[in-house]
């Protein structure tokens, strides 16, 4: 049957499972917006392009699905770059559909025309402009594939309107065809075997776990085989929720924010299990410095990422759950009594700590944790609030913890949060904010309350840019440029207000823990401004080139 | 250390922008390069001559490789393979020096291919350091315009 | 005397005489916020990236000299990707400062890097990495001079932060040296001979005058031009203000939402002469029947724009200041009697109109020109807003009105508003919004308070994403697919109040001009909210694809 353009789109998504795709209409995208109508594609409207792209982008985060928005051409596709960017740094299966202008006029400097495809060809995965819709099913297909397959990530179909409005016959095609495309999904035999020789001749491994183990669904593996052979586990950023922290074994995360314990732990061990980690500068601090008496296994799906930035002894390439399924039969049972002793006593003498007076950013952090009885689904912003939410939350579950690692985007928590709370209706959400942070897509607040969603918003108000603030004051004099906001933020309890939202202040400690149950109470978004210490730093921290045993601060 | 890269694609726009992007990026040198259509012609081979230490080239074969639209990455420099490159070079040619550099070509068994009032046009194809040891001697006649391909390349023996 | 990187920044800047900086810091760019604590540089700090560009954009657009911004790297930099391609299309001189990760780490997938060099590569006129502090002085120098030379656009520095630390002693250059970039500036005179007899020789002559104009500052020679010859003007949406449309000559501006006499006099025209202007789709409509009869005279400092789009006859590559000159000097004077009488029954016979009767978009628009004395500055978004604006303002001077032309950015007006204000401190500045477009940059309300700017945000509030869905409702049969706004938009006069600027809500036309008067006299910022017809139109309008000529609505 011919159809145009716009309904082999609609029907692609359709085909593909997409409950949602969250975008902004504009003149070249009418006619795929006009069919969107019709089908039961639900359509989340948002304020910025930005923002669509962030909440597909928690919405993929949270579900495992793949995240599509839609934006037009020009300032629509462009406003894209920051969210397709932050997807692409963290792995995050999204497929963006932008409109284009119409074939003729591409190149010609049309109204509301970018080079899309060249603009986003470094941070995506993949991209494809369509110049004959006859391409189009094919292209759709792929993208989707492309998007979850392998190391996931964002993949981009730019679609001009004679497209869209032009005729094909063509199915939706079942299978693709990719030659140049084949993620190795199965770790090799002697390489897995290898890594358990090792791991049996250990006498202090750590497992190192990152966003790889989340996406490819393999937390249980990795219990199973700390379990069982008593491996203590440390996670990335967004490694966190691959292993439950509240589990003897777990120390955390590592790097430059990480636990005492975790970054001793690593320095004196002598076998590192990597498993879809990446060995980010933040993480590896001094590279010569880091793990230097351990051998180093390296589980991960994408070859690139192998020895990369670190000397890797034991690669194994492939699916993180296929390649930690064929390793638990080869690792023996172990105790390792000395070694978690010694971690134990690293954990008695270096644990997280904040001075418990005034209102604490820390505090609210674990207030929300036991508010929610550890069940809540956390994004957050970045900067201070990022890390203070990744130390004092204690993550049980993949998928709870939504954070941008990578390209450390500000302004991706409440959209991210809106993406989330559609994948996960029943789910308590909270964005873990700053003041800063906040402000980049506070427009959102509009789509929060369009779609009457619960989700929370806790900003802890310090009145600065405060990650830099504390850079400046540590290694700067204090010498605050740019970072003050206090002088000119808004009344974020009025913005609430004025966005039909529900804003509550807090002051005092004891107002912290009432508030937050008011607000996972309330049926719609509600804003928590916490207006806490304003110059509290993040510790323990790690100098940018130091080596990760060489913390300052925030020791007992 | 110098590396010939075979990259085999598929011949589809874009494809070039794609590799000459991930060079760019990520900080690799690229020292030439050259495309065309192979014995198939959805498909197009592309020798890329680079240089960097081991690791920085294992990097750029699996970044070469991690890209959808490619099809084949070797690196050359692991097996025994022919390397052509072509020049052609105008070069002054006065009456007297004429015999001369006629000789040099013959010598490397190149070609005279155009031949003007006051110079000759000469067509060399060979290895990087022939090509070079060729320009090298042509120099002092003086050139007055170069072109060269950049190398092509493929492993010896069985496919 | 050797100089770390920051301070061969700052350097630079004084020497290029750069008043005001926009943007934001962040990890990588502390050391060159470091170095502006005490610099005569005077540093803004805005609430999102996107905010910084267009506030230098504006600031640009308004001044006529070159706005900078200096952003971190990653998502602060991807953050830029919209400003930077919203400058390019329109030619605005702008110099954009981007940190990035240290130069060992690039191309590592370190924290927060984005290869920006790459993604820009297509919409800045040029881009540089810089890898070595020594060629730091050159390139500032060089980026200065290509953002401000030949047709104007923006350059990106990308400025590794271990370059911004590294000494160097090189001295800032007093000349550059570019070898491939030869702006051309003096116009062949063959052609220009070519071109005064075509005009010496025309009956129904058109002057199309576009944003090179004001660029270029040649309003005065097209004044002379227009005046001596008696040919009527037309402008570009870029154009207006090139030349004063209270003049009889004006027939304001031409294309897709142009007035009727602009487009049926080009149409009628035997002769075009196009200055600064590039013929663009929706100026020309559909190509084939663009001024059939006419001759063309294409004066443009940019080769690539002629002949680009349309077949032009007497090309003339060049300033068009300069162009000018010599061409006013060899026109003879002219009355074209008939053609006048023709083009000004047009006027009287299709003037521009709206149904008077409740509060109409364009009464507010009249009422701005009105209780300003058609002296401010107007910025706007991008829809029916800034048609709207482009029609119903009388502008009669350069650098009055700004917007985003070729890119068509919402969220554009807001913070181009409050790069103006800085340029034109003593100027009474509105920007024309639609509800839609405010909130795309809504949270740039705290720099307009932090710095005390009175600017006026008039919001046109109809509850849509008004073109589009006039689109809708004239091809798509009312369908109205996400442009429903109204349902949560957030109650803009709170919103004000919570930012700390001031809010009034209007929503009869006798509450119009009392409501301006409060917001020209205060000295905060305002957000008007003028609830408008929701359904209202912009007439007349040429169909996508059609002849100028065949307009639709908006005729007596």
Partial sequence: MRKIGADIFVDALVKEGVEYIFGIPGAVIIPLFDKLLDSPVKLVLTRHEQGAGHAADGYARASGKVGVCIATSGPGATNLVTAIATANFDSVPIVAITGQVRTPLIGNDAFQEADMTGITRTITKHNFLVKDVCDLPRVLKEAFHIARTGRPGPVLVDLPMDVSLGQCDLDYPDTVNLPGYKPNYKGNDRQIKLAAEAINASKRPVLYVGGGVIISESAPEVFELATKASIPVTTTLLGLGAFPETHPLALKMLGMHGTAYANYAVTESDLVIAVGARFDDRVTGRLDAFAPEAKVIHIDIDPTSISKNIRVDIPVVGDAKGSLQALLPLVRQATHPEWLEKIDNWKKQHPLVYKPCGLKPQYVVEQIYEATKGEAVITTEVGQNQMWAAQWFKYSRPRQFISSGGLGTMGFGLPAAIGAQFARPDAVVFDIAGDGSIQMNIQELATAVKYKLPVNIAILNNGFLGMVRQWQELFYRKRYSGTILGDANPDFVKVAEAYGADGIRVTTRDEVRPAIERAIASPRPVILDFAVESEENVFPMVPAGEAINKMMGGMA | ?159
């Fill in chain 2, 1 to 159: 250390m110098r590396h010939v890269i075979s990259v085999t694609v598929e011949n589809k726009p874009g494809v070039l922008a794609h590799i000459s992007s991930l060079f760019a990026a990520r900080g690799y040198s690229i020292d030439s390069l050259a495309v065309g259509e192979t014995e198939d012609p959805a498909t197009s081979r592309m020798t890329i001559v680079t240089h960097g230490d081991d690791q920085i080239i294992e990097q750029i074969t699996k970044q070469l490789r991690k890209l959808i639209s490619t099809l084949k990455v070797q690196d050359l420099g692991e097996t025994e393979f022919i390397e052509r490159d072509l020049v052609i070079v105008k070069v002054n040619a006065a009456t007297g020096k004429r015999g001369e550099i006629i000789e040099i070509a013959q010598i490397f068994r190149g070609n005279i291919i155009d031949v003007g009032q006051k110079d000759l046009v000469v067509e060399l194809s060979g290895q990087e350091n022939k090509i070079q040891a060729f320009i090298d001697l042509l120099r002092p006649y003086g050139i007055k315009e170069l072109a060269r391909t950049g190398s092509i390349a493929m492993a010896r023996g069985a496919k």
